[in-house]
């Protein structure tokens, strides 16, 4: 088979939702491309699978992985979200003193609300009270953000692809702010 023959193989095993079939088929795809920038997608695609079958740890190292390889191709926003996915999944495996890290490091270099939104829900968690506060009134402060979305758990499991945990975390750190609001 040829690379890009396995590629959408495998995208259309992953898409019918069989995910551990979805991660051998991508384990593949790399095989056929081992160091190859081409590999970017295959290695962030098999993260995906990863993901979704809640293998937090092999998700984020596959992300990380994805990341290098974007920024070899020059595909600087392509690794980002790489780099913020990795950051979710190592949040979900909890670590979070590691992900609440690279989420800072993110919010630097991005003008990005989801990461910023994500960074709230991480101090959260770790219990950075003030720090989240901070950052929820700086975010709800950017040109085009909008807040109100992040109450909303099915877009940012969906839409967003945060994992749950820091979904939960989100909801905690909004239900106390409207609790203390009245």
Same mark, same amino acid.
């Given at each position: 088979?040829?690379?890009?023959?396995?590629?959408?193989?495998?995208?259309?095993?992953?898409?019918r939702?069989? !995910? /551990?079939?979805?991660?051998? =088929? !991508? $384990?593949?795809?790399?095989?056929?491309?081992?160091a =190859?920038?081409?590999? /970017? $997608?295959?290695?962030?695609?098999?993260?995906?699978?990863?993901?979704?079958?809640?293998?937090? &740890?092999?998700?984020?190292?596959?992300?990380?992985?994805?990341?290098?390889?974007?920024?070899?191709?020059?595909?600087?926003?392509?690794?980002k979200?790489?780099?913020?996915?990795?950051?979710?999944?190592?949040?979900? &495996?909890?670590?979070? /003193?590691?992900?609440?890290?690279?989420l800072? $490091?993110?919010?630097?270099?991005? !003008?990005?609300? =989801?990461?910023?939104?994500?960074?709230?829900?991480? !101090?959260w968690?770790?219990?950075?009270? /003030?720090?989240?506060?901070?950052?929820?009134?700086?975010?709800?402060?950017?040109?085009?953000?909008?807040? $109100?979305?992040?109450?909303?758990?099915?877009?940012?499991l969906?839409?967003?692809?945060?994992?749950?945990?820091?979904?939960?975390?989100?909801?905690?750190?909004?239900?106390?702010?409207?609790?203390?609001?009245?």
């Amino acid at each position: 088979r040829v690379a890009g023959g396995a590629l959408q193989e495998a995208m259309g095993v992953e898409e019918r939702q069989e !995910y /551990a079939l979805a991660v051998d =088929d !991508y $384990t593949r795809c790399l095989e056929l491309r081992p160091a =190859d920038a081409d590999a /970017a $997608t295959p290695m962030f695609e098999r993260a995906q699978a990863e993901r979704a079958l809640g293998r937090w &740890a092999a998700a984020s190292a596959d992300y990380d992985a994805a990341a290098e390889l974007f920024l070899r191709r020059k595909q600087k926003k392509e690794a980002k979200i790489a780099q913020a996915q990795a950051a979710f999944a190592t949040f979900e &495996a909890g670590d979070v /003193a590691r992900a609440l890290t690279r989420l800072e $490091t993110l919010s630097r270099q991005l !003008y990005s609300s =989801d990461v910023r939104a994500a960074l709230v829900a991480c !101090y959260w968690k770790a219990g950075e009270v /003030a720090k989240a506060e901070d950052q929820w009134l700086g975010l709800c402060d950017m040109e085009g953000a909008v807040c $109100t979305k992040y109450v909303d758990k099915s877009w940012l499991l969906g839409y967003r692809k945060w994992t749950p945990s820091l979904v939960d975390s989100m909801a905690d750190f909004l239900a106390l702010r409207v609790r203390a609001a009245t």
